[in-house]
Nanobody, 125 residues
């Protein structure tokens, strides 16, 4: 299976920026053939999709993330990124990266067999 490890979370003030990374256990392969996405979950809330990127590089975002977040991947390093700018308190939560078959929709939580353990993002007012 694919082993995913997130990093880059932290605590920032509203308006600040963070860049999250998700490294895979295998390189030069995984991120070329899988749909990859970022999800987040705030305490007491359901996990929700934030951004996704397909194997061909096409991307999509939740409405709340558009214009502020950018998802990208480095296929040579098998690393997924989420650049988050102009962070808001409502962005607070645990962020997870996920990998699924190439045909899975980025938003489809149930379609992802591989998940990282998460990295915490806290945005203060």
């Amino acid at each position: 299976q694919v082993h995913l490890v997130e990093s880059g979370g932290g605590s920032v003030q509203a308006g600040g920026s963070l860049r999250l990374s998700c490294a895979a256990s295998e390189y030069t392969y995984t991120y070329k053939t899988y749909t990859m996405s970022w999800f987040r979950q705030a305490p007491g809330n359901e996990r929700e999709g934030v951004a996704g990127i397909y194997k061909d590089g096409l991307t999509d975002y939740a409405e709340t993330a558009k214009g502020r977040f950018t998802i990208s991947k480095d296929t040579l390093k098998d690393t997924l990124y989420l650049q988050m700018n102009n962070l808001k308190p409502e962005d607070t939560g645990t962020y997870y990266c996920a990998a699924g078959p190439a045909e899975v929709g980025w938003w489809d939580i149930g379609g992802y067999p591989y998940w990282g353990q998460g990295t915490q993002v806290t945005v203060s007012s």
